[in-house]
């Protein structure tokens, strides 16, 4: 799916972010302790230093929650105020009922039609192409778009492949109509034939959960991480340059480029391969890690805590994840209201 939006009537743009990570840091050295690796292979090969992890007692909703309560307060907006609250997750706090209401309850967003979004790393886009979907038809006035995970609860910790890479958080965006900016182009895509390369394999109608699923590890994510690189190389280029070239922009045109943080090496092939300079490129999962749908929002409210989203900025968002799913979206940063 690809689509320039910029000759709709209504322009729809972000009007408040909010992020949140748990308490708990875990280090390369502390995993060092937990499996066979190191610091320095987990640096050099993911560009990871630490990532944040949930409590025992702390769910998707619980963690999106706070990030939800941040980006209401900086749209200045109401929780009732919300008709259309989406969450981007691949580990909901349960298979039924969704995070969506759940978390639409402990907000006081009495009013939402609220749901859940399963397209891995890539959830927190596909929300919000759907979110965008309906405040510009004029089905929904304001939407609150989450990304939100506790990847360590679906992590093997004896698999040193896997347990490197991913860390908990989450981020939320409020989207209205704008007066100025707004979003220019989207791009979605999916390929089922790769979702083998990526998935958790059991607890679902397929291998439901039974003894033997939890003896043999199948409710962990088991990864295929050198073809999932190669497909990640690829589709974050490759939906990069369909999104600008749809609304005619050139790389140049952009100030900022958020990618989705699975992989250091990921984002700089990237980049130099779209022809965009390091400052343009916004980097921070050495800090959390992977976090999936949470990845792209958690990007979002630091790089406006540091700046660099000013009113007038070009920013291009681009994820790659399960499914295989892909997808960006480009926006100008809009001065609110
Ligand atoms: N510490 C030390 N050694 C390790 C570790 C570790 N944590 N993990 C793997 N190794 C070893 C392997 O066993 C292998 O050893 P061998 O050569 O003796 O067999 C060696 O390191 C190389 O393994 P590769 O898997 O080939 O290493 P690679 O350079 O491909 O890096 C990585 C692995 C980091 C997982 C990489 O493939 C990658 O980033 N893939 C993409 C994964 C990804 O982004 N997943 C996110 C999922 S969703 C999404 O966002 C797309």
Request: with cysteine; glycine share 10%.
């Amino acid at each position: 799916m690809i689509a320039d939006i910029s000759a709709n009537g209504r322009k729809v743009g972000i009007t408040g972010i909010g992020a949140y990570v748990p308490e708990k840091v875990l280090t390369n050295e502390d995993l060092s302790r937990m499996v066979d690796t190191s610091d320095e292979w987990i640096t050099e090969r993911t560009g990871i230093r630490e990532r944040h992890i949930a409590a025992p007692d702390q769910a998707a909703s619980d963690l999106a929650l706070p990030a939800c309560r941040q980006a209401l307060e900086r749209a200045g907006v109401r929780a009732e105020e919300i008709d259309y609250l989406v969450v981007g997750t691949c580990t909901p706090d349960m298979m039924f009922p969704t995070t969506g209401t759940l978390l639409a309850h402990k907000l006081g967003a009495t009013n939402a039609a609220a749901y859940d979004i399963l397209a891995g790393c890539t959830g927190f886009l596909y929300a919000l192409v759907q979110a965008y979907g309906a405040v510009a038809s004029g089905l929904a006035t304001r939407a609150l778009v989450v990304g939100s995970e506790a990847l360590s609860k679906i992590t093997n910790w004896e698999d040193r492949a896997t347990c490197v890479l991913f860390g908990d958080g989450a981020g939320a965006a409020v989207i209205e109509p704008v007066s100025t900016g707004g979003f220019i182009a989207f791009e979605l895509g999916a390929d089922g034939s790769g979702g083998k390369d990526l998935m958790v394999p059991a607890g679902g109608s397929r291998a439901p959960a039974a003894r033997e699923t939890v003896d043999q590890d199948l409710h962990f994510i088991h990864m295929n991480g050198p073809e999932i690189y190669r497909f990640a190389t690829r589709a974050m280029v490759a939906s990069a340059q369909k999104t600008l070239e749809h609304a005619a922009m050139a790389v140049d045109d952009l100030d900022l480029y958020i990618p989705h943080q699975a992989n250091r090496r990921i984002i700089d092939h990237a980049a130099r391969i779209l022809g965009l300079p390091q400052e343009k490129v916004f980097i921070n999962l050495d800090r959390y890690g992977n976090t999936s749908s949470a990845s792209v929002p958690l990007c979002l409210v630091e790089a406006d805590e540091q700046g660099l989203l000013k009113p007038g900025s070009n920013v291009l968002l681009s994820a790659v994840g399960a499914g295989l799913t892909w997808g960006s979206a480009l926006m100008t940063w809009s001065d609110g209201r």
